[in-house]
């Protein structure tokens, strides 16, 4: 049996020496090598805190001391530390392991969000109720120096600064790279960090000298050690965590599990907040990632072990809006982008390489990134914010009265929005069609595929009065859908027969509902099928048509609750339009991890599911007697 295999809890790492210790690191990299290229995942950052995680296993005992992981996805070691290992074989497949910590998991894990920048406040609160309640636990939080960019992790600190009964050690991962290097002050002054010598290591040094010459050393180190606050200053001028009154240790090599473990030990006895600065590399260990330049592999997709070579993923939405955002740089030179550390997986790299000067990553800070847009909207330009659409809800009081009150045209691409699947429920973009819905003068458009993406893009940087949105999800586009006819601002995708069912088709799903008008027709039922293309505010033409059919049917991949579908329904009801409407979409639930396609099965998103409860509606409406006898 492995190491790796034998170890079922942390305890299990207590008895081992430094020569075992040291083959299971090897081990566990060679393992998740191995997971990662069958199923993908978040290789790179796990490479990264191997060392870092068995040590924080030796010395804080887990799960009575809590260990909080930043974001979440450099969980794999922990989950294999905590007897997970089995598990590996269906990492983020359904019914398999989650591919961020996870409660019903583990009673190792606590915090599953996987939003960036949060772990320093659920620490700072489960150290502050530890306290209070008298149990002498810990509480580690570990976080990379990319999600140090984001704002709370620094309203965190300011408030952990003054929380001086907190049994906190924040394990801060300096591996300087979000995806791509970290950047802003911050990155600048963890850097001077990295670089000066500490002044404890230069104290130790001249202690070690100093102890050496016989009967002067441990009396001239004392004098030494009471000028320590300005020898500190003058070794290394730098005020950025310990000017906020936090005791900071190190920096320390990340890979050294035996310095991690002592300065960790250390920071334990403290009994009070602490700062580890740990000098990681991402990928560490495994030579395709430390030489993947884009990323050093932060989430490939399956690979070959030997090349580093990844599965083609194909074109994929993303791509077509890399393509026309450089497009539409080339055309308006007062376009400018922002993305929130994610350059290339939003598709800004190639207008970042031709516009560096109109390109902004503003690091893990959606919301600045949101009201910093504003002011570069005021400032006489047309900010485009490119993020994942489950981000965007981080900044949803930035777009209201940041943006959208000053009447600023900001135009926000919401990738990813939609099932998403893999990544779990945080990752699921299923949230913005109902949060943005309130914003008043917000416009939203749901291209179908990429030729709409295209033109609705060029369409939303031209509203100079209000901010627009454009939101499309993962993976390929369709074949671009045909228009039969136009009606005000929606493309008609079929027609036939009857006014029965008006089916709403928004965005990707738009391609499913042409599906289900077919299946329709097939049953002898008339069906008009429409892509309303900007889905905020509701067309007028929606209205009328709806007025002129039996049944509305709308579908999106989006909450049900506040959605397009019941946006559209209290519309009609102020219109007094009396259609019955059935609304489909996204139960208001938090969907575990699996394929996008097996969740929109589940959850009855498909043309034959969706088919089939709509000729149920049909029926039980011309059961009814009024107003569609005839339709059956
Ligand atoms: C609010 C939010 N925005 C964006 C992301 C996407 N994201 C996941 S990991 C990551 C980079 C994290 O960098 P760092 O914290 O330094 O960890 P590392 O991967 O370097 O170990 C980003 C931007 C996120 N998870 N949450």
Same mark, same amino acid.
């Given at each position: ?20 210790? @040291? ?6 990299? @060679?393992?998740?090598?191995? *997971? ?32 909080v ?7 794999? !070691? ?39 920048s949060t772990a320093l406040s659920y620490a700072d609160g489960l ?14 939080a ?10 709370m992790a620094?309203e965190a600190?300011?408030n952990i ?26 990155? *600048? ?26 009967? !002067? ?193 900001? *135009? ?67 074949? @671009?859908?045909? *228009? ?46 429409? @892509? ?28 049900? !609750? ?71």
């Amino acid at each position: 049996m492995s190491h790796l295999e034998s170890i079922t809890s942390p305890r299990d790492l207590r008895d081992l020496g430094d020569a075992d210790l @040291d083959a299971l690191a090897t081990e566990i990299r @060679d393992f998740l090598v191995l *997971t990662c290229s069958r199923t993908g995942g978040h290789l790179g950052p796990n490479l990264g805190v191997v060392e870092l995680t068995m040590a924080i296993h030796r010395v804080f005992d887990s799960p009575t001391d809590r260990v909080v992981f930043d974001t979440g996805h450099q969980s794999y !070691v922990h989950k294999l530390l905590t007897g997970r290992y089995e598990g590996f074989a269906r990492l983020r497949q359904e019914g398999g392991l989650s591919g961020y910590p996870s409660q019903a998991e583990s009673e190792h894990d606590i915090v599953e969000n996987s939003h960036a920048s949060t772990a320093l406040s659920y620490a700072d609160g489960l150290a502050k109720a530890y306290a209070i309640r008298g149990e002498a636990r810990h509480v580690v939080a570990v976080i990379g120096d990319g999600a140090l960019t984001g704002g709370m992790a620094w309203e965190a600190l300011n408030n952990i600064a003054i929380a001086r009964d907190s049994r906190l050690v924040i394990v801060v991962n300096d591996n300087e790279r979000s995806y791509t290097p970290t950047i802003g002050g911050l990155a *600048t002054a963890l850097t001077s960090l990295r670089t000066n010598p500490r002044y404890e290591q230069v104290l130790d040094l001249v202690k070690r000298h100093l102890n050496a010459v016989r009967g !002067v050393g441990p009396a001239a180190y004392d004098v030494l050690h009471a000028m320590k606050k300005g020898m500190k200053d003058a070794l290394a001028p730098q005020g950025l965590f310990e000017d906020l009154g936090l005791k900071y240790v190190g920096p320390v090599d990340g890979h050294d599990r035996a310095a991690m473990e002592q300065v960790l030990a250390r920071a334990k006895r403290f009994n009070g907040p602490v700062i580890v600065h740990a000098i990681t590399r991402k990928g560490f260990g495994y030579d395709a990632a430390e030489r993947h330049v884009a990323d050093l592999f932060h989430s490939p997709q399956p690979f070959d072990i030997d090349t580093g070579e990844e599965v083609p993923r194909g074109r994929i939405w993303t791509d077509v809006f890399a393509d026309e955002i450089v497009r539409v740089g080339e055309r308006r030179p007062d376009v400018v982008a922002i993305t929130a550390a994610m350059m290339h997986v939003v598709g800004l790299n190639e207008f970042e390489r031709r516009f560096p000067e109109r390109t902004f990553d503003v690091g893990i800070a959606e919301q600045h990134a949101a009201t910093s847009a504003a002011g570069l909207e005021m400032g006489g330009l047309h900010p485009v914010v490119a993020v994942y659409a489950t981000f965007l809800n981080r900044a949803f009081d930035q777009v209201l009265m940041d943006v959208a009150l000053h009447r600023c045209g900001v *135009t926000f691409v919401l990738d990813r929005a939609g099932v998403t699947g893999d990544d779990g429920p945080s990752h699921n973009g299923m949230w913005d069609l109902s949060v943005l819905q309130v914003v008043p003068g917000l416009r939203i458009a749901a291209p179908r595929d990429a030729t709409r993406l295209r033109e609705l893009l060029n369409e939303a940087v031209e509203v100079d009065d209000a901010p627009t949105v454009l939101r499309f999800p993962k993976g390929p586009p369709p074949e @671009d859908i045909a *228009t039969v006819g136009r009606e005000g601002g929606c493309d008609v995708l079929l027609r036939s027969g009857l006014h029965d069912v008006l089916i709403v088709g928004i965005g990707a799903m738009a391609g499913t509902a042409t599906e289900v008008g077919t299946r329709l027709v097939d049953q002898g039922i008339g069906v008009t099928v429409v @892509d309303p293309r900007w889905v905020k505010p509701v067309d007028p033409a929606l209205v009328a048509l709806a007025r002129a059919h039996k049944l509305v049917v709308s579908i999106e991949d989006n909450g049900i !609750v506040g959605g397009c579908g019941a946006v559209l329904l209290q519309t009609l009801n102020s219109a007094g339009v009396t259609t019955p409407v059935r609304l489909h979409g996204i139960p208001q639930e938090f969907l575990d991890h699996a394929k996008r396609a097996a969740i929109l099965e589940r959850i009855g998103l498909t043309p034959q599911t969706l088919a089939r409860g709509i000729v149920e509606d049909v029926a039980a409406l011309a059961d009814v007697g009024e107003p569609v006898t005839r339709l059956l």
